[in-house]
């Protein structure tokens, strides 16, 4: 192996940017896969076959609607109790769930708790109505009878009444024949009467028609007497009218003929007018020109005047002259402006008074004409009245000629009336004979048919009494019959009453509001189960916080809703890593070589991871399993990264050329990191055995990250090993170890110096053993004591961080509605075959009233039955809390008696749910656990015996592995499970230890505790087997191992304890087991009392019996053959 690994690890060295690209596509191939193949993980484990498993296999097959996932909903406010609007807020949000398509139903809290507040007054008034129902069912037998009794009396009368219908039906018919001989003779005189009737019809339709003409005669004369009489009045009318209108027209020519002369009297002032007007304007112009003579006239004698040599009687003359013409030209303009004014109002005045004389010629020639015109028309009218006279005349001529002819038409019509009246008498007196005859036969008729009517009356009495008494018959039937389906009705309603009792009695306690209406309990149902709820369905539900909030509610959703199992690296996380990076660059002294092995570590943890989350696609693994994983993959990943840098710089400060020393720290530290990956391997890997299909998947992601690891440190960590060069050393460690400029050593290293154990821990532990040995036993022993109280379970809600929502919800739940309410048991019956609903329903409460007598059960509620009537399902709230030991017991007991409700109610009963699961998970590890830790030791004692050759070596190196674990178990029960400083590590509700950590401490541990065994003992056999005392070649293989030991053991401790503040609360409890158990195990087992056992020991440490010598392979774990062959035939 080590030279197959030296070959590898040359060939790398060789091409190294070829391993490169090949790795760099490998993680791209495996993160392009994952993140296309990847499917959500769960937070849920299974174990195939248990009992739980079983049970919950059979609810999902026969009541799909019961084995769904179901999430937790904590409804509180600040102010107390609810109010109407914050209980409206809660109903939207339960509505808005019910409408999401992953959702099978969702729980209204309030209505919900209405419904069973109504249930239970329902079942007083059921109670009453029973009773009711009784006392009618009671007065309706009565009623029975009593109609039994009339039924006879009645059927007696009957028979009387058709012996009386008989009698009076023969009388009916001898009545009938009499009045069929009076209705013969009374038809005879009907003929003669019709006859005479028709002569005297004729009669009088002559007569009419007589009377008619002469009627119609007397109406014309009397028309054309009114006609003449209008027409007169209309032309005497007419004549006054004409006489009216020429003493109008004649006093209007009377008015036109003082108009006119009017008009002229105007026309001739206004003519007298203008003629003034126009002297007047004649004498102001003749002044204007006068004046303006006169200015011209002044102008010229002042021109005159300004002659300088005029002489002075002149000027004096001149001057007058001016004088008298500036006082006539001023007497003219006065006048002037004196007759202007004048003037204008004389024009003024004319304008004005013209188009009144006008106007009023224009209406004397109007009137005139219009005059004329009415002269005219009057005197046509006259004509047409002197011409409508003499028509009239004419007319009342003819008129009085008719009335004549009509007056000899009267006289003969009178006599016609004479003859007609004696014949109406005649026939008046035949009718009166024939009605008084007709009346007697309508009499006898009516007394006929009365006597019918009677008879059928009677017949119909009769039918009727007979259809009445089978009427009654039916009806008493239909009582009788009535009354038996009442007492039926009653009984099943006694039934159903007895059943609601029993409903009630098994609810009694249950709430989804408490008691003092502070907190409201809702449950959202889904259609999947809870693993296979995607996160986004579950983050969709947590969207109505907000809406809630703004109505002053707040809610609390369950672990099973918050849980985020999305991501695997936290705070927590990247700290341990940084630590790890401190610790790696104080080791190796540059940031090149510290950065390598974290490089590794994430590269190896990328392609284990990656292929883990490609397989989710395949199979549903454990939330955990990611995580644990990318725990272990991270400390192996830098610790085996470390062991092989160290060898290879060490070589290197030896003058070792690079690609040799790379190859030759692949075939000896590599070889070791292969034997103790493959230790590791083998021990997560062996987690299968316990026949768990989430722990197994666990073991082997977790067993894969630690090949991907190995694999990486032998292939690419060589390659990169080769481009870094010789910068993977500090410049002052060239100085310090005598080297040439091109990196030749001038000087040789002594790896097995003896002075060098001289010094450091080791050197202090094997100078006085037994203080080491006591001092790091009762350590141990006392970090021990706890582990003896170890009880293991899942985490629940209470294990959250205060404040959280998962938290919040968990402790409402305990406090408001029962610790129980946390972690209810689902129960299923098989109930037998052949049951009906009723049977059904009554077997169903059978057994849950017997589950209910099951210590420690606060309620047990059917919450469904099966179509086929063969399953039911049962909800059973345990006093205790999900994790708490009397919850165990509760469950033990429910099974301890499930024979004992068999015999009483035929029905096989089987409990599951998560709190069963819990407890079944945990029993089975616990189970598991002394198989699979025979298994490890048996492994450990097998390897170390091949390792190092001894039977002593592996006995020490695998009790030591014990105590570690034992240190680990009882740190890990008393942090969370006792809460000792629990405020340090997050623990603020302790609880059991996580079910599977035991196990996966075993598994991690002694992979770990065996890497430390062999890096430092195989130093402490390397010098033994070159010559040393066994006592000084403890302390000269210690002092080669200590220092990269533990460093390798701080940077697996960071990294581990990185993890006890992780997101996911599950992973805390190993990522504080693991940092305890190799804190442990490294400092305390390996580095103090491994070398004070062995140097107490001595030669003995190295005993081997010869048999078994020769038959055990020898395994040569560090590469000492490969370094000595290499040595003897240097490469170049």
Do not use: C
């Not at 986004?536 to 099973?560: C, I, N, P």
């Amino acid at each position: 192996m080590a030279t197959l690994l030296y070959r590898l690890g040359h060939f790398s060295a060789r091409r190294p940017w070829a391993v490169v690209i090949i790795w760099l596509l490998l993680l791209g191939g495996v993160s392009g896969a994952a993140g296309l193949l990847s499917k959500p993980l769960s937070s849920q484990m299974t174990i195939k076959g248990a009992p739980f498993q079983r049970t919950l296999e059979k609810l999902k097959h026969d009541l799909p609607a019961a084995a769904g996932g179901t999430g937790t909903v904590v409804f509180t406010t600040d102010s107390g109790r609810f109010t109407p609007a914050q209980e409206a807020a809660v109903a939207q949000a339960v509505t808005t769930w019910k409408a999401m398509p992953a959702v099978r139903t969702a729980l209204d809290p309030f209505a919900t708790q209405r419904q069973l507040d109504d249930g239970r007054r329902k079942l007083a008034d059921g109670e009453k109505q029973i009773a009711d129902n009784a006392a009618k069912i009671d007065s309706g037998q009565a009623q029975i009878d009593d109609g039994k009794r009339k039924i006879a009396a009645n059927t007696a009368k009957l028979e009387d009444g058709r012996s009386e219908l008989t009698q009076a039906l023969k009388q009916l018919a001898d009545g009938e024949a009499k009045l069929e001989a009076g209705k013969r003779r009374v038809a005879e005189g009907q003929g003669e009467l019709a006859s005479g009737r028709r002569r005297l019809a004729s009669g009088k339709a002559d007569l009419a028609a007589g009377k008619r003409q002469v009627a119609q005669g007397r109406a014309k004369l009397e028309a054309g007497k009114r006609q003449i009489a209008a027409a007169q009045a209309k032309i005497d009318d007419g004549k006054a009218k004409l006489d009216a209108g020429q003493a109008k027209i004649d006093g209007g020519n009377a008015q036109l003929d003082a108009a006119r002369q009017k008009v002229k009297a105007g026309e001739a002032q206004l003519a007298d007018a203008k003629k003034k007007l126009a002297a007047g304007e004649t004498a102001l112009a003749a002044a204007e020109q006068q004046v303006a003579a006169a200015e011209q006239q002044r102008s010229q004698l002042q021109q005159a005047l300004n002659d300088p040599t005029l002489p002075a009687d002149r000027r004096t003359q001149l001057e007058a002259q001016i004088a008298q013409l500036t006082a006539a030209i001023d007497g003219g303009k006065a006048r002037i402006a004196e007759q202007k004014p004048q003037l204008e109002e004389a024009r003024k005045a004319i304008a004005a008074q013209e188009p009144q004389v006008k106007a009023g010629r224009q209406q004397v020639d109007d009137k005139t004409a219009a005059l004329a015109q009415a002269q005219r028309t009057l005197d046509a009218k006259r004509a047409e009245l002197a011409q409508g006279q003499r028509t009239l005349d004419a007319k009342a001529e003819t008129i009085q000629g008719s009335e004549a002819q009509l007056s000899a038409a009267q006289r003969k019509v009178n006599g016609g009336q004479r003859q007609i009246d004696a014949a109406e008498a005649k026939l008046a007196r035949g009718e009166r004979a024939m009605a008084a005859a007709e009346e007697q036969i309508r009499v006898n008729e009516a007394k006929l048919a009365d006597g019918r009517r009677q008879a059928e009356a009677g017949k119909i009495r009769i039918s009727d009494g007979e259809q009445q008494l089978i009427a009654a018959r039916d009806r008493i039937k239909t009582s009788e019959q009535q009354l038996v389906d009442g007492r039926a009705k009653l009984a099943q309603a006694r039934k159903d009453l007895a059943l609601g009792k029993r409903e009630t009695a098994l609810a009694e306690g249950l709430r989804f509001v408490s008691t003092d209406g502070t907190a409201a309990l809702s449950q959202v149902s889904f259609k999947d189960e809870m693993q296979s709820v995607p996160p986004a369905t579950r983050q969709q539900v947590l969207t109505v916080k907000d809406q809630l909030a703004q109505a002053g509610v707040q809610v609390a959703f369950g672990k099973e809703l918050t849980d985020d199992v999305s991501s695997i690296m936290g705070p927590g996380e990247i700290i341990g890593l940084a630590v790890a990076a401190v610790v790696l660059l104080v080791t190796l002294g540059t940031l090149v070589a510290a950065g390598l092995p974290l490089l590794m570590a994430l590269g190896g943890v990328g392609l284990g991871i990656g292929v883990t989350m490609a397989v989710t696609h395949f199979v549903t693994l454990n939330s955990v399993t990611p995580a644990l994983g990318l725990m272990i993959g991270i400390a192996v990943g830098i610790d085996y990264a470390l062991f092989i840098v160290n060898r290879h710089r060490e070589q290197l400060k030896t003058g070792m050329s690079k690609v040799e020393s790379i190859a030759l720290a692949t075939g000896t530290a590599g070889n070791a990191v292969t034997f103790a990956g493959m230790t590791v391997f083998i021990a997560l890997a062996a987690l299968a055995v316990t026949r768990m299909d989430f722990l197994a998947a666990m073991g082997f992601t977790a067993a894969g990250t630690v090949l991907a690891a190995v694999l990486i440190n032998l292939s690419l960590l060589p390659a990169v090993l080769s481009l870094v060069g010789h910068r993977i050393l500090p410049r002052r460690a060239w100085l310090a170890h005598g080297f040439d400029a091109r990196g030749r050593s001038v000087q040789e290293e002594h790896p097995h110096d003896p002075e060098r154990g001289d010094r450091g821990w080791g050197a202090m532990a094997t100078r006085h053993p037994w203080v080491a040995l006591a001092a790091g036993l009762v350590a141990i022993g006392i970090l021990a004591v706890p582990a003896a109280g170890l009880r293991l379970g899942l985490p629940d809600g209470g294990s959250e961080p205060p404040g959280s929502s998962a938290n919040r919800a968990y402790t409402t739940i305990a406090d408001k509605f029962g610790p129980g309410a946390n972690g209810p048991i689902i129960a299923v019956a098989s109930l037998p075959e052949g049951l009906d609903a009723a049977q059904a329903k009554d077997r169903q409460l059978a057994v849950a009233e017997e589950l209910a007598t099951v210590p420690g059960l606060v309620r047990v509620m059917p919450i469904g039955l099966s179509q086929d009537r063969r399953t039911a399902a049962y909800q059973a709230v345990p006093d205790n809390g999900p994790a708490d030991e009397g919850t165990v017991r509760t469950v033990e007991q429910i099974r301890d008696q499930a024979p004992a409700i068999a015999a009483k109610t035929g029905a096989d009963v089987q409990i599951t749910g998560q709190t069963v699961a819990n407890i079944d998970i945990s029993d089975q590890l616990a189970k598991a656990l002394p198989l699979y830790l025979l298994i490890v030791v048996g492994l450990s004692l097998v390897l170390l015996l091949m390792v190092f050759r001894s039977v002593v070596v592996p006995l020490i190196a695998t009790g030591g592995f014990l105590l570690s674990l034992a240190a680990a178990f009882g740190g890990v029960v008393a942090v969370y499970q006792h809460g000792t400083l629990g405020a340090l590590f997050g623990v603020h509700h302790p609880s059991p230890v996580l079910s599977f950590l035991p196990i996966l401490l075993i598994g991690v541990l002694f992979g770990l505790a065996m890497d430390y065994q062999m890096f430092i003992v195989s130093g402490m056999r390397e010098a033994h087997v070159h010559g040393q005392d066994a006592r000084l070649a403890v302390r000269t293989g210690f002092s080669h191992a200590a220092r990269v030991v533990t460093a390798a053991a701080i940077i697996m401790i960071s990294v581990f304890a990185g993890f006890i503040h992780a997101e996911l609360t599950m992973i805390r409890p190993i990522g504080f087991g693991l940092a305890l158990g190799v804190l442990i195990d490294a400092f305390l087992i390996r580095m103090t009392l491994t070398p004070a056992v062995m140097h107490l020991l001595g030669e003995k440490a190295w005993w081997m019996p010869r048999w078994l010598d020769k038959i055990v392979p020898d395994v040569d774990v560090e590469g000492v053959k490969l370094v000595d062959r290499v040595h003897g035939h240097p490469h170049a």
